[in-house]
């Protein structure tokens, strides 16, 4: 086992080079001993990161920062301490896909064939430091999943290989969804795999569906009747393989997709306007790239998302920034942003995590000594 625990010199804040205050260095706590890969396709070694790829980030209601990682399982951070957790805690799998925690402070974790994980707080200090494991032994549809939301009613939904299902926090529940209608679905990983997931300020399911398209669904209904939607790109959708989907605070829909890039979807218009409901950003050659996701909307009411090989871009209301290399993001596959309740402004992808200074607007990586506080 590959176990380091530093304790980081130092307990007063410390002065930077510009004359900033800079936080102390964390305590470092590794319980590691899942191998990382050495020689892979991509670069791995990104000495000054935290990690070689972030997917997913989240801040619990104790203010505790978690990260969801290729490889290095969670990584959390509280109280100036910088914690790895892999098959210390059961996760042995290459990806963490989600994080979402319920009203009662449980985290739940969704992985790449290993099923659900759940984080009780109050059983932290147990053999494996509060986490328990759910699989398709336990009803799960499929151990291999990534996309997850928790309902208002306490009810968690889970998007699976073979489709989607509720978890009530003693059973699983499968949905019964119509058939794939793609044409060319059996090209993708699995024609019943949900690609994206999220519940409205409705109280309506969202989600996309392998080269299916976006589906609405009320889960107060019951039979045919829950599915009220479905959206093709004969209804105006760029591209029927969504990869992101995010509702802001005006109500509207701002998508990702494989293969067609940004668009911004109002449906309250769609009985008016129809197809013109959707605003293809991509398509209309407004902005560059094709596969697109990462959606977050910030206090100030912007919106940004990200386009791989094209950087990350701000949405003002009225025109795009576009933010790369010049602006200190190295990474051109960002698929994680967050803002936390210390204003701090956090971007995860492939290459790290990084931080944005609103002040300068740059971006600025973080490892495992910081930038923190």
């Known amino acids: 086992m590959r176990t380091i625990i530093c304790q980081a010199l130092g307990s007063l804040l410390l002065l930077s080079c510009n004359g900033q205050p800079t936080s102390k260095a964390p305590v470092l706590i590794m319980n590691d001993t899942v191998p990382i890969p050495t020689e892979w396709f991509l670069k791995l070694d990104y000495p000054e990161q935290l990690c070689h790829w972030v997917r997913h980030m989240r801040q619990d ?6 990260f969801g990682t290729n490889h290095y399982g969670l990584i959390r951070y509280a109280n100036d301490t910088l ?13 963490i896909n989600g994080i979402v925690e319920g009203a009662d402070g449980i985290l739940w974790v969704a992985t790449d064939g ?9 059983t932290r200090y147990s053999a494996r430091h509060g986490f328990s494991h759910l699989t398709t032994k336990d009803g799960l549809l499929h151990n291999e999943f990534g996309n997850m939301a928790m309902g208002r009613d306490g009810v968690l939904w889970v998007g699976t290989t073979n489709g989607l299902c509720t978890y009530d926090g003693r059973n699983f529940t499968a949905i019964d969804l119509p058939p794939n209608t793609a044409v060319d679905s059996v090209s993708g990983l699995s024609p019943t795999r949900i690609t994206f997931l999220m519940e409205d300020s409705q109280g309506k399911i969202w989600f996309g569906r392998e080269r299916d398209g976006l589906f609405q669904f009320d889960p107060k209904e019951t039979g045919p009747r829950r599915i009220l939607k479905h959206y093709t790109v004969e209804d105006g959708l760029p591209d029927s393989s969504v990869s992101g989907l ?19 979807f109002d449906p309250s218009a769609v009985d008016e306007k129809g197809s013109k409901a959707f605003t293809n950003f991509t398509k209309d050659g407004v902005i560059q790239g094709v596969e697109a996701g990462a959606f977050y ?4 009411g912007h ?3 990200a386009a791989e090989h094209q950087g990350v871009f701000r949405y003002d209301g009225t025109s795009f920034t576009n933010y790369g290399p010049k602006d200190g993001m190295s990474s051109g596959g960002i698929i994680a942003i967050m803002e936390d309740r210390e204003d701090r402004f956090w971007f995860g992808g492939f290459g790290g995590l990084f931080r944005f200074d609103r002040k300068t607007s740059r971006f600025t990586p973080v490892g495992k000594q910081g930038p923190w506080n």
């Open 114 to 122: 290993e099923g659900l994980f759940k984080y009780d707080p109050a």
């Open 61 to 66: 209601r104790s203010g505790t920062l978690w």
């Open 83 to 95: 914690e790895y957790l892999a098959d210390s805690a059961g996760i042995t799998t290459g990806r």
């Open 246 to 264: 995010m509702e802001d605070s005006k109500g509207r829909l701002w998508l990702g997709s494989m293969f067609g890039g940004v668009s911004l």
């Open 303 to 305: 919106i940004w998302f």
């Open 297 to 300: 909307e910030d206090r100030a």
